[in-house]
């Protein structure tokens, strides 16, 4: 279970909100508006009426200690902004950015967004690959309680071939792709003969229940 921040209560940051709950999480939710946070107080941890513009404000509530907070202010542009500066200083694990432009995107990122998002052009680029690729893209995300997920090896995986990790008995799980850092390179089905080093990390599918499980290894 992580502890999550989500500031900015509109339609996505209210969805990612809720959702992370009904997963588990403890999740804060902070916006400035009173109707937003009446509509979320009953399916979040907390959730807090906030200025999340003032640093004071953000200390206070203890935001330096979750372990991520998702900036879900489309606008004003400058409120996001501030924000993730405000959050970068508090020095945050990782921060997420919503953004609605390319340069809004480039600006977040210079000031210290972990990771900065666009949801409308996301949500387009994913349809149009489901709509040129039916067969292939739409199939594996919508199995329930299937997932895909991105790990870092665990210290009893380095050094050892897919052959010997036998993940497919031991965990219901199969790697189909790995990320290289040393080479950099993304190696897509891999053989049962690829050796695992502490640099990669690993793509796997299978069952949520299957991925909690190895992540807890």
């Known amino acids: 279970m992580k502890q999550v921040a989500v500031i900015g209560l509109g339609n996505f940051g209210y969805y990612l909100a809720t959702e992370l709950f ?4 403890e999740v804060i939710a902070i916006d400035v508006d009173k109707s937003k946070i009446q509509r979320v107080k009953d399916l979040v941890t907390q959730a807090i009426l906030a200025d999340a513009t003032e640093k004071d404000t953000l200390e206070s509530i203890g935001l330096g200690q979750v372990d991520c907070c998702v900036v879900c202010i489309g606008t004003p542009m400058e409120a996001s902004i501030l924000v993730t500066l405000h959050l970068k200083e508090m020095k945050v694990a990782n921060i997420r950015a919503k953004a609605t432009t390319t340069e809004h ?12 998002f666009f949801p409308e052009k996301d949500m387009a680029v994913n349809m149009a690959n489901r709509i040129h690729n039916p067969n292939m893209i739409d199939y594996l995300p919508f199995i329930e309680g299937y997932s895909l997920a991105e790990l870092a090896p665990p210290k009893s995986f380095i050094g050892k071939t897919l052959r010997e990790l036998d993940l497919i008995n031991r965990y219901n799980t199969q790697i189909v792709a790995i990320k290289q850092i040393i080479p950099d390179e993304l190696i897509m089905i891999p053989t049962a003969n690829f050796t695992i080093k502490d640099s990669d990390l690993l793509i796997v599918l299978g069952p949520e229940d299957a991925l909690e499980k190895l992540r807890k290894e």
């Open 22 to 25: 009904q997963k588990g999480h």
């Open 105 to 116: 995107g480039k600006i977040l990122s210079k000031i210290g967004a972990d990771e900065v």
